[in-house]
């Protein structure tokens, strides 16, 4: 039965997951930590197409893929957030909230806040942090006040909160999938992913918040409920920039309820952070300190002409255009259907992932829910591909080429895999069609 078989796959992940956390600090064990990723990480491909290949709603099946999820996630909430450092900084600014301060106003450094410069979390900031205010949008900010409010212990009550939040995007994805009258075990998808366990409940990226309300707005639409589409696409919008992209494909046409509520709501989160508005509650800040870190496509172009300011001039226009380009094909295509929704998603979480100069791991994220819809070999891969990134992270790391060369390498060639067999497809599909008006 697959219930039996993914409850053994499900031991052994929960098995990996233990190991992972008794490795300390992963940074110090590169080696080790990436042997049991890889380790882990085949245990979820098995555990997905096992989960693909049953064509049934088996309820226990999918009890057993939630209840590891859930295990694996609370696990890795309780293990030290080793492989980034970037919830501390959240802390630290809901720290500086907890103090009546609003932290898009004031750097770690600033003379203001030296009464708070003896904590434990201003010892933890990364260097390069100590000289920025805050960067996140303001739904984010709300989550760090909230997890360093009860004074005590606020990295792993942020952790906490954010595993939590992904627990509630299974839940969401379970709901969606059966909207869409798919089977719902191919939430394991999500629900099984490395990237998602250790990016949210072990390092508390805050893209696990995002995630919540953009699934939350997702299932909204589905179900004609353009308002709270619109409320959840602004309280994912200000949880973290990135989910924008998608943005054109929840909009339908000539509903103006949608980008009502979404105005309306992105202003009300604004309200508590007013007197940084001019800053644009970071982003300002993010616009003008974010590094090129990863990217693909642009990687590959410096390898042949070499880096130059002009190059990255060039290429961040670039970008910009193909996503502007992409999500104007998307609203044109956006007919009110949920394949149109769904596809929209899909292709615009791709292309921003493809384009990117910068791809931190938890990026990643923003397509992995979507995989259950559209299953892409390629994705699929960076979900665990980008892991190799962390590798120049550690200890004498840096400097380091072939993470990159073997992340992008097996991607591009699995997603061109991907480019002509869906041509071919199309392709044979004309010719059937054509046939049978000829016949």
Known sequence: MPSNKLFGLGILTILGYGAIAGLGDQRELPVAFQIIFWLVFVIYLIGVRIAWRTRTDDKRSLAVILLVAVIIRMMMVVCSPTLSDDVYRYAWEGKIQTAGLNPYNHTPVDASLKSLWNDPLYKQLCPRYTLQAAVYPPAAEAVFWLGALPGIAPVWLIKLLLGLADIGSLWLLVLILRRLKLNPLRAVIYAWSPLAVLEISQSGH??????????????????????????????????????????????????????????????????????????????????????????????????????????????????????????????????????????????????????????????????????????????????????????????????????????????????????????????????????????
């Not at 410096?302 to 002009?310: K, L, P, T």
């Not at 670039?318 to 292709?347: C, E, H, N, P, Y």
């Open 206 to 439: 805050i893209d696990g918040l995002a995630i919540l309300f953009v699934l939350a707005a997702v299932l909204a639409v589905l179900r004609g409920k353009d308002v709270l589409g619109g409320v959840f696409g602004a309280l994912a919008f200000a949880a973290k920039i990135t989910p924008a992209v998608m943005l054109p494909a929840l909009y339908r046409k000539k509903d103006w309820r949608f980008p009502l509520a979404f105005i309306l709501t992105l202003a009300v989160t604004c309200l508590p952070y007013l007197s940084a508005a001019e800053t644009w509650f970071g982003l300002k800040t993010q616009a003008g300190n974010q590094p090129y870190f990863n990217s693909g496509i642009k990687g590959a172009i410096e390898a042949i002409i070499g880096r130059s300011i002009g190059l990255n001039n060039v290429y961040d226009a670039a970008a910009i255009v193909a996503l502007a380009v992409g999500a104007l094909v998307v609203w044109l295509r956006q007919d009110g259907s949920d394949k149109a929704t769904m596809d929209g998603l899909f292709l615009m979480a791709a292309l921003f992932l493809v384009v990117t100069p910068y791809l931190p791991q938890w990026y990643v994220l923003l397509i992995i829910p979507f995989l259950a819809w559209r299953p892409s070999p390629a994705f699929l891969w960076l979900s665990g591909g980008v892991m190799l990134m962390y590798v120049i992270y550690m200890k004498n790391g840096a400097g380091l080429n072939w993470p990159g060369q073997i992340e992008y390498g097996v991607f591009f060639l699995l997603l061109i895999g991907e480019a002509i067999n869906h041509t071919w497809q199309r392709v044979r599909k004309f010719d059937t069609s054509v046939a049978g008006l000829i016949g």
